[in-house]
């Protein structure tokens, strides 16, 4: 079992704040980190990696700190993000140039095994400058996977991805997880997540957010005031059945728009009054936009910023 603990972390760059005071622990399984861009989460998966020394408090792998541990090392698996390869060399030259680096017995053998895992050996002798993106993702991930890590970190990995080869890739990461091995991906969107963990870590603007349960979380989201953009074909008599109803506490005219903006409490309750408080008094339903659902508002109204 491996368990990476990260305890009261901060990681600045000058007086940017990456990463501000996290404490997470990441167990087996398949963990989603999900935030919107910016929020921190290379940063983290940096500084879980070894890759980078949190400014302020301590990432651990069982205990161990990771920061300038070689053993760590060897039990890690990181795909990054960026595509920084080196584009003249094979598929193949590439994996097995890391199976050299961790100074595996067999390195041939190790770098054929990890690219039949992500079904790339029929393209192991062509150059990497040749690859679609999605090559490129799988030839990262099985140099990740070629010293068998028990965790594997990955950052962004769907970006670019097909849908078929997505699904590949949820497979292989589900199977890992049944495995008992630690793996954590990175995301900024929400359906990807919900496909593939069921235990989310949510960072936003360098702070943790939530920790659980996909479930739990999703509801908090769903649960929380939403404002919409409404046009109909009687705006004010509409404002008028709304406000006398408890799922809306507040509605602007905008006369610009020639629209309601109206405040949502109660999410489910106002879905389902809506519609029939307009059907009652002959109002035709034009627009129902929700206006704050970008990932930012939606994260934001989780740590209560
Ligand atoms: N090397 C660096 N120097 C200066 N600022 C940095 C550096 N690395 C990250 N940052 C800043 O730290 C913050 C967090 O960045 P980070 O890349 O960790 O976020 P992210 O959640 O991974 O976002 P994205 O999904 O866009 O990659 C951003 O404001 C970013 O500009």
Known sequence: MT???????SRWFGNVVAVNDITMTIGPGVTGLLG???AGKSTLINMMS???APS???VTLDEKPIWRNADCYRQIGLVPEREGMYDYLTGGEFVLANAELHQLPDPRAAAAEALATVEMTHAADRRIDTYSKGMRQRVKMASALVHHPSVLLLDEP???????????????????GDEGRTVLFSSHILEEVEQL??????????????????????????????RYLIRSSDN????????????TSGIEVDVAEDALRVQAVDFARFTERLPSLARE??????TVAPSDESLENVFSYLVGT
């Open 56 to 58: 302020a408090g301590t």
């Open 197 to 226: 963990a069921s235990h989310i870590e949510v960072v936003v603007a360098g702070r943790h957010a939530a920790s659980g349960d996909f479930r739990k979380i999703r509801r908090l989201m769903t649960d929380r005031p939403h």
């Open 36 to 38: 919107p861009n910016g």
């Open 3 to 9: 368990t990476l603990h990260i305890t009261n972390t």
């Open 50 to 52: 070894g890759f980078l």
């Open 281 to 286: 008094r002959d109002i035709r339903l034009l």
């Open 158 to 176: 769907f970006n670019g991805m097909d849908p078929r080869q997505r699904l590949q890739l949820m497979d292989l990461l589900a199977k890992m």
């Open 236 to 247: 004010r008599a509409l404002a008028a059945a709304l406000i006398a109803d408890a799922s």
